[in-house]
């Protein structure tokens, strides 16, 4: 026994060994000291990501003359808390503590203040340091004190500290290899240190972000933008850092008018100057005098006064104006203030109101129309969705995001030309519209997105898109105006149906199932298609339009389950005398097991609430989960859904789904490749993926989950969630669900994520035998007024011909 401890310590300090002499370089992923130098911006490599590899230096090997006397280091507190600044002095007492659960760095040290009473988290040691610190606090139990030599004026800079190491280790004459893990660790932290004094962090990492955006858009899409567009940005990528950064942080806060008096930040020296060069770029408007005041910006203008201000205005209209007092609403909400202005200024009663108003709110500057339409195109282009800005790179600068390492690889452009933009641009507007109608009930604007919409499409003809290869076309097509059209009119055919007027609804589906052939949502349109039609009465037609259907390639999962079963009720004699050949396949049982609870609630439309067997409340699920890990047969399990599935999937399939494949990754803000809920992820990968499925069949599961945990942990990825599940129940769950079914789930997941990645089962269960072997069981629970969905039904069949143990549990309530 004492031999094996020896040889895991020796391991342990080899490895130990072998990470001291890496040093880690961390992009923009890292937390938030990593910021680039302002003499760096134009050597930054073409991803917008990257950063210059100088920027670390080369690790120390230890030497003979190093000793384990005190570490004595100055360094900084990064990721620095928001307080009250006051709470800060120089000479403070700090003191270090490990965070090694930190899910976005196990390395992870705390600087916490050293008080009596109470301990104040004020950051994190820099990551470059903490890789070497952390192992001299667990493997050597060195204590870490210091205080803070001076306090920085801007709020979000670092704070400088020293720090010394507590005690001196001892090492025997048998410890050498000890010493020699103890001496690499402490010579490559003092590099790190001095290092990092000489490459401290600045508070304007924005700038930058924003500068990459705009280099990166005109490298790849430079041809979607107009010449005056293109002048404009190479104006404000010529402009001094003060200009950069004032824009910048004004276009990330919500305006449009802000006052120059209100603007104040550390890292701009000089506004005058850094004012002067957005002008003249035409990046800002300024409001300094009255014709420089347009009439549709009074209003805003307007907004940048406090109600007091307001109230003050008035007052002093009031005073030479009286018809504004006796003819104007008398609301004391700001709006209704607003509103008693734009009145008085509408109907020309005080001539020097624009005097009166720049007197209150001194010289005001806003981004101009043109700047903030052509920096709005540029974020587009770059996230390539409506979702994500440039506070992604705040994520991820702060540690809180960490996205996964892939290769952007470009061979093709999403839009061909600016034409093609400038459609699909107006679609999302039209889109954008049709959303805020339906939440305000505007049943007539509506209606003319949905005219707009189906006018389009009307005049839209299927397309190879020849500037494209095949398997590009179909996730490509999401970036095309008729694609987002389409999506309009399928909300118009909810909103006529809901308003049952089916006929109309009837011809949208009609004129979406003409237009679009190779499109999986067919299913979906087919199905309610013909479920319209049998609203109508078109009892023929509708059975007519569910059997063609079925021989539609892209009618697939939950669609094809309904269409048959509409085949069946709808098809019996007279109108079809042949049973369909699926019919022994949809009508197949599924095994029904009854558990009874004490309701706590019986209201139709609420959620059921039941006692468990502890008698705390439950839900329907967490109710099953109990009964199965008793009487059902001591399983253990959890309730997910599609949660685990997709998790499994992500993690098994990591390689395959971050392989390099051109045009799939045009961003480093992806969490999928563009192509994962399009067939052409499985036919471009095919090779990958059944290798891998291979693996997963003979056994290797288990080995490669938790290859990709370890690898991967808290990197963001779809469908994977690192907190729900842990690696044990990953574990456990997929040694029992076995490799031949493990196997065929992912394959189907592959082949049409998209049809697939909804509607699992409820519960996973499993439980081993002594053999380390186990099973596994999937459970779909339905309360007492609840039935299977068509998805839902779809999956249980499907696992059924994979060869898993499937039941449905119906939880009733227990008679009284």
Known sequence: MENLD???????ERKLLSDAKTMQIFGLEGSPQHQITDDRIDNIADSPLSLSEKRMPKCVEPSEDDDNSEILLDTFVVGRRFGNDGELTVGAMIMLSRDPENVKDQNAIKVLTKDTDHNKELGYIPRELAQYLSPLIDKFHLRFEGHITSIPQHPHAVVPIQIYSSGI???????SSSLQVFNSLRRNALSAAEFSQTHSPIPAKYQHNLLLLLKEVLNINGHLFT??????????????????????????????????????????????????????????????????????????????????????????????HKKIAQNSDRGTRKQDYIARVLAA??????????????GKTGRCIRISASAESVFWRAERLFFLNGEQDLSEFLLVDLGIVKYPAYNCIFTDQIFPDRSDLLSYEEAIEVAQIMDESLDENNNELVSRCVEISASNVSSFVEEDRSSHSGSMAAFLSCFSASWVYSKVILLGVSFLEHEQRFKEAINLLKLLLDKFKCDRRRGYWNLRLSVDLEHVGCLD????????????????AG??????????????????????????????????????GRPLNCKTGVKNVFYGEDGDRCGVEELALQYYAGEGGSWQGVHTESGIWLTIFGLLMWDVVFADVPNVFRTKFQTAPLDLETDSFYEVRRDLIEALLDKIEHGMAEELLIMSWESHVGTACRGVNWDKHSLSELRAAVTCIGGLCLASICRNLAQDYRSWSSGMPDLLLWRFRDDYRGEAKLVEVKGPRDRLSEQQRAWLLFLMDCGFSVEVCKVSHAPI
């Not at 109108?575 to 009874?596: A, D, G, L, N, Y």
Request: proline letters at 3%; charged letters at 30%.
């Open 6 to 12: 020896g040889l895991l310590k020796l391991d342990d």
């Open 169 to 175: 280790v001892s090492f025997g004459e048998k410890d």
């Open 227 to 320: 010449e005056g567009e293109k002048t404009l940005l190479e104006a404000f990528l010529s402009l001094s850092d003060d200009s950069q950064r004032l824009f910048a942080r004004l276009y990330a806060r919500k305006g449009p008018w802000f006052r120059m008096a209100s603007i104040s930040y550390a890292e701009i020296c000089d506004y005058e100057e850094a004012v002067k060069g957005l002008s003249e770029a035409e990046c800002v408007t300024l409001f300094e005098s009255m014709d420089k005041l347009q009439n549709n910006d009074l209003k805003e203008v307007l907004n940048v006064l406090n109600v007091g201000e307001l109230r003050d205005l008035i007052s002093s209209l009031n005073k030479t």
């Open 345 to 358: 200024y509408q109907g020309g009663l005080c001539p020097n109101l624009t005097s009166m108003i720049l």
């Open 541 to 556: 037609e509708s059975l007519e339009v569910a059997e063609k259907g079925l021989l539609d390639p892209w009618v697939r």
């Open 559 to 596: 669609s094809r389950v309904a269409l048959q079963r509409r085949v069946l009720r709808l098809g019996k004699p007279p109108r079809r005398w042949k049973t369909p050949s699926f019919s022994s396949s949809v009508k197949r049982k599924i095994v029904e097991v009854h558990v009874q």
